[in-house]
């Protein structure tokens, strides 16, 4: 079955940094990629997404690339702040959506 | 708009003990249901999913199941829950297709099972 492979598992920045958060998948097939921030307790919820027909998505300090040849996408958080301080986890829209692991990111005042 | 609700929000039940949590959408129709199961500190993992009435697929062998008596509910089940059933459980829905998978998942705010 499909599988994604989601690095780092941890990520510590200080604030103002950029954070960087990578996954790779399997399935040559997959045309969806969405990205989910899950706060401590909460549900998890969509932040940003991207389709197979485009290589980048911007939404403010959000932005996420795809390089479908490679099969892998990664998020972009540029400027982070405390409240970003979240779990953050990619997906790859198979049927049904396949998650991985995901990132605990910790931004350090 | 789309609404998903889930309950209870938490519980604490001995082993040996059923399970029954339950899940509805509103202001859809037809939708796929799914639940998954987040334990502490780790990833998503997905339980079950549904794309209609009494269609139930299975991600992994367990001590649990689930049903779809109407087009939107969903419900996860256990006859005697063991130490390991422990986790959050995470309804969600994603709009159904002619039963393909399409577009954003919509997580219900989750059940904090404790099974001591």
């Known amino acids: 079955g499909e599988n994604v492979e989601q690095h780092p598992s941890t990520l510590s920045v200080q604030e103002g940094d950029s954070a960087v958060i990578k996954c790779t998948y399997s399935d040559s097939a997959s045309n969806y990629f969405p990205w989910y921030k899950q706060e401590l307790g909460k549900r998890p919820q969509l932040i940003i997404d991207i389709r197979s027909n485009v290589g980048e998505k911007k939404d403010q300090r959000i932005a996420v690339t795809l390089n479908k040849t490679a099969k892998h996408f990664s998020l972009h958080i540029t400027e982070t702040q405390p409240e970003d301080s979240a779990v953050y986890f990619c997906?790859?829209?198979?049927?049904?959506?396949?998650f991985g692991k995901g990132t605990r990111l910790s931004v350090i005042a | 708009s789309q609404t998903i609700h889930q309950w209870p929000a938490t519980l604490v039940q001995p082993v040996g003990s059923p399970l029954s949590l339950e899940c509805t959408v509103e202001g859809t129709s037809n939708p796929n249901l799914y639940w998954y199961r987040q334990a502490a500190g780790r990833g998503l993992q997905l339980l079950f999913y549904s794309v209609g009435i009494g269609q139930i697929s299975s991600e992994v062998p367990q001590n649990l199941s689930a049903s779809r008596p109407q087009d939107r509910q969903f419900i996860l089940s256990s006859k005697k829950l063991l130490l390991s059933d422990s986790g959050f459980y995470l309804c969600?829905?994603?709009?159904?297709?002619?039963?393909?998978?399409?577009?954003?998942?919509?997580f219900g705010e989750g059940s904090r099972l404790t099974v001591l």
């Open positions: 969600a829905w994603s709009p159904g297709t002619s039963g393909s998978n399409t577009g954003e998942l919509f």
């Open positions: 997906a790859d829209w198979y049927t049904p959506l396949v």
